[in-house]
């Protein structure tokens, strides 16, 4: 990620115009209402096509209630297709004259917040052409600032649970964070909270957040979870994960939180069963940490110090995978018994 200081800082008056002239071309605003960490959110689409791209990743946190909304977001689009999406490249980020911007030239995406974070703008060339990590996880560096304001942070783990607690799942790609969360799908026992991507408050009584009801899984993984054959959103694209969503395939089994009581590292072994290990806190902060902090742009300037009181603020397990993925849930729930 890159500071620039650009010279001139992006107009919200000129933003607000540029939506209210796209959302009168796509023909009116498509109004989406969610309750993400219990407060009110309003997402502002410019016209139905934009809204039906991306509604599926928040369809758990949708709410008929009218509360005037903590944060209101903007969103439009051009619908001009561009060149294929790369994940890598900086991102610019800009934070003055009363607004934070980022922009991401990889997807092209542009994402404004004001300095009160009540009200943001995100730009993306077309809605259906978005990379799968833009949409699977939509206006996620706006949500992040957002929480940052209401005491919240957003960190790079899964989550499953119950309404009496959960686990919050930790470790960089390709550690079975994804495949740990989705095994519990079939259970009735525990419910999906995220597989990627949640808020957690901290203080005394830690809680996670759900985000987005999206899963994501590598195509290789699919044989390992039958269940999720089935509920593939889009095919496959190539190069891409498998991506589905939680509310549309399995319905009732995604949760919009649940009190925080551990932390969990999935390792990958060549076990049969899975067997749940008491877990240090310094390996713990280890494989929650460097992934948080390097996907958000940018990290609280305390993120660190934040999630090392977290660590030490719950119990803290390491997860051992094995090759069977039906003893997954019932390892997690003699955790959450303990």
Do not use: C
């Amino acid at each position: 990620m890159s500071r620039t200081a650009t010279p001139e800082a992006p107009h919200v008056e000129s933003l607000q115009e540029d939506f209210e002239r796209a959302a009168e071309a796509a023909g009116g605003v498509a109004e989406l209402r969610l309750a993400v960490a219990a407060k009110p959110v309003r997402i502002r689409f410019a016209g139905a096509r934009a809204a039906e791209a991306l509604r599926p990743a928040f369809a758990h946190l949708e709410t008929r209630e009218d509360e005037p909304p903590a944060l209101t977001l903007h969103v439009w689009d051009s619908g001009t297709p561009r060149a294929e999406a790369n994940a890598a490249g900086a991102s610019y980020y800009y934070e003055q004259d009363g607004v934070r911007a980022l922009h991401q030239p990889a997807s092209d995406v542009f994402s404004v917040l004001t300095a009160e974070a009540d009200t943001g703008w995100f730009w993306m060339p077309d809605a259906n052409g978005l990379p799968y990590w833009d949409y699977t996880a939509p206006f996620r560096h706006l949500l992040s600032w957002w929480l940052d304001a209401q005491g919240l942070r957003q960190v790079h783990g899964g989550a499953v649970g119950t309404g009496d607690g959960g686990v919050l799942l930790v470790g960089p790609g390709g550690s079975g964070k994804s495949t740990t969360a989705l095994s519990t799908l079939p259970d009735q026992r525990l419910r999906y909270a995220g597989d990627d991507y949640v808020a957690v408050g901290s203080g005394g009584a830690p809680a996670v957040h759900s985000l987005y009801s999206s899963g994501k899984v590598h195509p290789d993984d699919l044989h390992r979870l039958p269940h999720l054959e089935p509920a593939l959103a889009d095919g496959t694209r190539p190069d891409e994960k498998a991506v589905f969503y939680v509310e549309q395939a399995f319905p009732g089994r995604s949760i919009a939180g649940f009190p925080l009581r551990a932390i969990v590292v999935p390792r990958v072994t060549d076990r049969r069963a899975a067997r749940a290990l008491p877990g240090t806190r310094a390996e713990v902060l280890a494989a929650l940490a460097p992934s948080t902090i390097f996907q958000l742009h940018p990290p609280a300037r305390d993120a660190l110090a934040w999630m090392a009181g977290l660590v030490r603020a719950v119990p803290t397990f390491v997860l051992e995978l094995g090759s069977d993925v039906e003893t997954i849930p019932p390892e997690l729930l003699r955790i959450l018994e303990r």
